[in-house]
């Protein structure tokens, strides 16, 4: 649901994702109010609030529902395409009638379809998801999505990090095994949805790297050529050496600037 004026948006979550909001909460606010203080970007679609709605009969609890109130990413901006990036490559589709593509789809309609973006937007979106992704990690978040907006006539693009309300619980180291077990008895080659939050992180950013096409605008190719550099995103590429083992030791990368 959203509100009146469209800015935001009131979502019904299951009590154990308000659990775990409650839980996360204070390194969350923490981590945000970090980002605002340095001037560093972020990704996360801000939460606003969560409510418990208890719908009483008489002297006992007859149900309870769970509500967060969140950024409306998309708030006064027309989307012609919606993606949902989560860098697992599911079996499902697309269904009739939805606008939203995964990452199956993505792949299906980058040859004709490809998602440009210039090349510093890109570090920027690149550096914010490293860093947020990083965090989410630390509080053993997994099962969160980038969602994209494209709208073709502004020939512009929004993004943000939804959907981080899940920690990698027993019931979903559980799933993930289960899930690992089905798919090496069928030979299917994919990984599971879950999977443990370095190695989701991991796949998410890699995914990310794909997914998108970073072009240097006329300007800046000039500039490139004449100075012998080389662009932000092709420092990016080559000093992105993380291992699911180093992960932990790696320091924060800093986008290098084009003109000195």
């Not at 790297?209 to 080389?230: A, C, D, N, Q, R």
């Given at each position: 649901?959203?509100?009146?004026?469209?800015?935001?948006?009131?979502?019904?979550?299951?009590?154990?994702?308000?659990?775990?909001?409650?839980?996360?909460?204070?390194?969350?606010?923490?981590?945000?109010?970090?980002?605002?203080?340095?001037?560093?970007?972020?990704?996360?679609?801000?939460?606003?609030?969560?409510?418990?709605?208890?719908?009483?009969?008489?002297?006992?609890?007859?149900?309870?529902?769970?509500?967060?109130?969140?950024?409306?990413?998309?708030?006064?901006?027309?989307?012609?395409?919606?993606?949902?990036?989560?860098?697992?490559?599911?079996?499902?589709?697309?269904?009739?009638?939805?606008?939203?593509?995964?990452?199956?789809?993505?792949?299906?309609?980058?040859?004709?379809?490809?998602?440009?973006?210039?090349?510093?937007?890109?570090?920027?979106?690149?550096?914010?998801?490293?860093?947020?992704?990083?965090?989410?990690?630390?509080?053993?978040?997994?099962?969160?999505?980038?969602?994209?907006?494209?709208?073709?006539?502004?020939?512009?693009?929004?993004?943000?990090?939804?959907?981080?309300?899940?920690?990698?619980?027993?019931?979903?180291?559980?799933?993930?095994?289960?899930?690992?077990g089905i798919m090496i008895a069928t030979s299917s080659g994919r990984t599971p949805t879950i999977v443990p939050p370095i190695e989701y992180r991991m796949r998410f950013m890699d995914a990310i790297k794909m997914y998108f096409f970073p072009v240097p605008t006329k300007w800046?190719?000039?500039?490139?050529?004449?100075?012998?550099?080389?662009?932000?995103?092709?420092?990016?590429?080559?000093?992105?050496?993380?291992?699911?083992?180093?992960?932990?030791?790696?320091?924060?990368?800093?986008?290098?600037?084009?003109?000195?």
């Amino acid at each position: 649901y959203k509100t009146k004026d469209e800015r935001f948006v009131i979502k019904q979550i299951p009590s154990i994702e308000a659990k775990c909001y409650e839980e996360f909460i204070d390194v969350y606010l923490d981590y945000l109010y970090n980002c605002l203080s340095q001037n560093l970007e972020t990704c996360l679609c801000k939460i606003f609030g969560l409510y418990k709605i208890t719908i009483w009969n008489g002297a006992t609890v007859k149900s309870q529902h769970f509500y967060i109130i969140m950024e409306n990413i998309f708030y006064n901006f027309p989307v012609d395409r919606l993606y949902d990036v989560k860098g697992c490559i599911r079996k499902k589709t697309k269904k009739s009638g939805s606008s939203v593509y995964s990452d199956s789809d993505i792949l299906e309609t980058l040859l004709n379809d490809p998602i440009f973006v210039q090349h510093k937007l890109f570090s920027k979106i690149y550096i914010s998801l490293r860093s947020d992704t990083r965090f989410l990690e630390d509080i053993s978040v997994v099962d969160y999505s980038l969602i994209v907006g494209v709208n073709n006539e502004k020939n512009s693009l929004k993004v943000g990090v939804i959907d981080y309300l899940r920690k990698y619980t027993w019931d979903k180291r559980l799933e993930s095994a289960v899930k690992s077990g089905i798919m090496i008895a069928t030979s299917s080659g994919r990984t599971p949805t879950i999977v443990p939050p370095i190695e989701y992180r991991m796949r998410f950013m890699d995914a990310i790297k794909m997914y998108f096409f970073p072009v240097p605008t006329k300007w800046e190719y000039l500039e490139i050529v004449k100075k012998g550099s080389k662009s932000d995103v092709y420092y990016i590429n080559e000093c992105e050496e993380e291992k699911y083992d180093l992960i932990k030791s790696c320091k924060p990368l800093c986008v290098r600037k084009i003109l000195d």
